[in-house]
DNA sequence: GAGTGGTCTAGACCACCCC
DNA sequence: GGGTGGTCTAGACCACTCT
C-alpha cells in the first residue's frame, strides 16, 4: 500500500469501479517522482546507503514505491543533476562522495589564467587549528547562537610552488568534536573528503560571495606579497543532506596567474 | 523518410522482415533526442523561431522528425535546461529572450551582502562608444585576427545611487556596425537585449574569470574612490548559438556592500 | 548470460491557458 | 472545448559491466 499520491489513478485496466479515485491533487500538487526523490534523500539522511554505495537499482527502487520504472528514473535523474547521486551505466547509481579523485575538488574554482581551464591541484600547509567562539557573522551563517564554540582552521594553499590563497575554516566544534591538526593532516586529501569518513557528513552545495579586499598584516605574511595588495576574497557556505549550513570558509586568494573561473547560463 | 538513426529499429510490430535493421550504431553513437536537440539548434540558428516567438509544439515536432513525442520532450528538456528554450504550461515552447523583464540581467551576478540575494537593478552611464582595433587578448578571445576592427563601449552601472561598476564592451565592428551611443541609450534596456533586437543575435552563455586588481586613476574617477582601491575585475566572454564568441567585457567592480555571488553544486 | 542503466515508443490522463 | 505542456505507465530493446 502506498503512500504515495499520485496525478493519476491507475485504473488503466479499466472497469475497476471499486478503487477509490485518489485524485485529491488538492491545493498543493506534488508529482510522484518529486516525493520518491525526498524519499531517496530521507534514506540518504538516515545514512541507509553511504557515500561511495550504490543503491538500490531503479527496479527494485520502483517495486519497493510501487511506481514505475521511469518515475524512479526522473527521481534519480533529478539527485544526479544535483550531484548528490551518481549514475554508472551497467554498474549501477551510487552516492556521490568527495573522496574520489575527480570530486576531490569539486568546490574549487581558482584555475590558472594559461592553460585551457586545467584545474592545478594545490599543496596545503596548516598554519593552526583553533577551538573559540562563533562571531555573529559565523553564527547566523551556521546557524548557531552567538559565541557557540567553533573550530578553526586556518591553511595555506600552494599552487606551484606559490602560496595562492590563505584560508580559514570554521566549523561547529558540538558537530565535528575532537578537529586536531594531526587528524586532518593524517587524512591526507580535501578537507571535505576528511569530514565525510571522519563525521559521516557530505557536503553537497555552497553558497560564495566575492569581493576584493587589500591584505592585511597577516595575508602578506603568509602570502609573501606587501601589505595593501589586492586580494580576492571568497566567503563560502557549505551545506549537507537538508539544506544544513555546516562550514563557514573564508578563502583570501593572491590572483596573480590565478583567477576564480565561472560558468553563467 | 526520416534521416536520424535510432538505437532500436522500429520493428515494434513483430514480423516486419522486409525492413533493413539500420541499427548500425557504430562506433560513435548518438541518441535519437541528441540528433534532435542538434536540428533544433540548427533551426534557431537558421531564425526559423526568433527570440520570444513559440517554436511548433510536441506534437508537431514528432510529426516532423518521424519520432514520438518522449523524444522530442528530451530534447527540448535539455535545451530548457541551457536556457536556450522556456516552456509555459498550457501556452507552448518558447524561444528565451534577454528582453523579457525576468531575463533583462541574467548575467549580472552582483547583488547587495544584506537583503536576501535580491538582486538591485542598476541605471546605467554611458561614457562613450569609440572604434578602434582588437588587442591581441580581445582577439583571441574572439577569434578574430589581431588588429581587426572593433568597437568599445564604456559605461558605469549604478546601484542605490552609488556608481559600482565601471564596464569596458568590446564587440566585433563586422558583426555589430553602426553602434552609437544613441542607439544603445534609445533602447532602454539591457546590452543583449539591444543585440537580440538590433542584430538578431543572442547570448547563450558566457565565461567568467575573476581576480581583484587596484583601482588605477580612470577606475578610481567613475567610481569616486581613491586610486589604488581593490576592485573586483570581472572579464566575461558571452557566446551565441554554436558556442560563438561574439562579446568580450571587462567589469571592475567596487565591493563595499555587494558581492559577487555564486552557486556551487 | 545476467544485471544495470539508457533509449524509445504508445497511450492514458492531468494541469494549465485561452477562446 | 480544444490545445499545450506535464505526469505516469508498461513494455521492448540497446549498451555497458562483470562474471
Redesign the interface.
Known amino acids: 500500500m502506498s503512500v504515495l499520491t499520485s496525478m493519476q489513478n491507475q485504473s488503466v485496466a479499466a472497469g475497476n469501479d471499486a478503487l477509490m479515485p485518489i485524485t485529491v491533487s488538492g491545493p498543493s500538487f506534488r508529482p510522484l517522482y518529486d516525493q520518491i526523490k525526498i524519499l531517496l534523500t530521507q534514506s540518504l539522511i538516515a545514512g541507509e546507503w553511504k557515500p561511495g554505495e550504490a543503491i538500490p537499482s531503479e527496479m527494485e527502487l520502483a517495486a519497493r514505491y510501487q511506481v514505475s520504472q521511469g518515475t524512479v528514473r526522473k527521481a534519480i535523474d533529478a539527485l544526479a543533476s ?2 548528490i547521486l551518481i549514475r554508472r551505466q551497467g554498474k549501477g547509481t551510487f552516492v556521490a562522495t568527495h573522496t574520489e579523485p575527480t570530486h576531490q575538488y ?2 574549487l ?1 581558482i584555475i590558472p ?1 594559461k592553460g585551457n581551464k586545467d584545474k592545478v591541484h594545490p599543496t596545503t600547509n596548516f598554519i593552526d587549528v583553533k577551538r573559540g567562539k562563533a562571531s555573529t557573522e559565523v553564527a547566523s551563517a551556521l546557524d548557531l547562537k552567538p559565541g557557540a564554540p567553533v573550530t578553526a582552521i586556518r591553511r595555506v594553499l600552494v599552487f606551484a610552488d606559490t602560496p595562492t590563497i590563505l584560508e580559514e575554516i570554521v566549523l561547529s566544534s558540538a558537530l565535528f568534536p575532537n578537529l586536531t591538526i594531526e587528524r586532518i593532516r593524517e587524512s591526507r586529501g580535501s578537507i571535505y573528503s576528511f569530514l565525510e569518513t571522519g563525521y559521516g557528513l557530505r557536503m ?11 591584505a592585511d598584516v597577516t595575508a602578506a605574511v603568509h602570502l609573501m606579497v606587501a601589505e ?1 595588495t ?4 571568497v ?2 557556505i557549505a551545506f549537507t543532506y537538508g539544506d544544513k549550513p555546516v562550514e563557514w570558509r573564508r578563502g583570501r ?1 593572491l ?1 596573480d596567474g ?8
Chains 1, 2 share one sequence.
Open positions: 544535483e550531484n569539486r568546490f574554482r589564467d553537497i552545495r555552497a553558497e560564495e560571495r566575492l569581493y576584493a579586499v587589500a595593501g589586492p586580494l580576492l576574497c566567503d563560502r586568494c590572483t590565478y583567477s576564480y573561473y565561472n560558468e553563467l547560463a
